[in-house]
């Protein structure tokens, strides 16, 4: 059941017929993470103490004091302050207390270690890392199990390198022998073909400045800067899993 149910996201991405569906999937990811502690959760002690001692990533602790959820985000804030200085407290001391050089030195390698081990496990990074292996296992999965599926996605417009890597990456645990070789052969000439599509799309569109082809049509290459860049790096990736 369980399989199942996570079918049903991966087909709708596809039938989008997005540059990268994994893209579009990892961004409801988030969205769906930053509600979660934008909402009725802050005030749940399990995950005010998750918050406390993991916190978030750059990136996510702007999206959520952005957000316009104040209260939550200054709850959070608050406590997660508190453990940081209750954390560094030690450190800190011992930077306040340096005598000289090597003391000042020590104090601040000190301090940088606890940094270090402090601004680890985004929380929001982590849900979506495990969105991601989900969505990954079960791309290959259907590519296995269902012809219809595969010959859906043979005809899609691939996806971004970032997620093509991973995908192949997975594939190779969540396939038998046989499958993975024509799951990677089958895969690639996709990524292939709209990698080439792209890079056509780019071309004419520097080619579409000059003068001389001001008059012609864009040949639906407006954006192709955009999905270019989309198709090199992707939309939405986890930023920071481990920070």
Same mark, same amino acid.
């Given at each position: 059941m369980k399989i199942e149910l996570e079918t049903i996201p991966v087909w709708d991405g596809l039938n989008s017929k997005s540059?990268?569906?994994?893209?579009?999937l990892m961004g409801e990811a988030q969205k769906h993470a930053v509600s979660?502690?934008?909402?009725n959760? %802050?005030?749940n002690p399990e995950t005010r103490v998750k918050v406390n001692e993991h916190g978030f990533c750059t990136k996510h602790w702007q999206m959520l004091s952005t957000a316009n959820? @104040? *209260?939550?985000?200054a709850l959070m804030s608050d406590t997660y302050l508190a453990t940081t200085r209750s954390k560094a407290e030690g450190a800190i001391n011992a930077l306040l207390g340096a005598k000289n050089p090597r003391q000042a030195k020590k104090a601040v390698l000190s301090f940088s270690e606890v940094m270090e081990k402090r601004e *680890?496990?985004?929380l929001i990074c982590t849900a979506m890392e495990e969105r991601l292996k989900r969505y990954l296992y079960t791309t290959c999965y259907l590519w296995? $199990?269902?012809?219809?599926?595969? $010959?859906a996605l @043979?005809?899609?417009?691939g996806f971004c390198l970032h997620?093509?890597?991973?995908?192949? $990456?997975? @594939?190779? %645990?969540?396939?038998?022998? @046989?499958?993975y070789v024509a799951f990677v052969r089958s895969v690639t000439q996709t990524e292939v073909e709209n990698l080439d599509r792209i890079a056509k799309d780019v071309s004419w569109m520097t080619q579409k400045y000059k003068s001389e082809n001001m008059d012609k049509s864009w040949n639906g290459c407006e954006d192709a800067h955009k999905r270019g860049v989309d198709k090199m790096t992707g939309r939405h990736r986890v930023t920071d899993p481990v920070r």
């Open positions: 540059e990268c569906f994994i893209c579009d979660f502690y934008l909402g959760s %802050v005030m959820k @104040a *209260q939550g985000v *680890q496990g985004c296995g $199990e269902d012809p219809t599926f595969r $010959e @043979a005809s899609g417009k997620h093509f890597h991973l995908l192949l $990456e997975t @594939a190779s %645990v969540a396939l038998s022998s @046989a499958d």
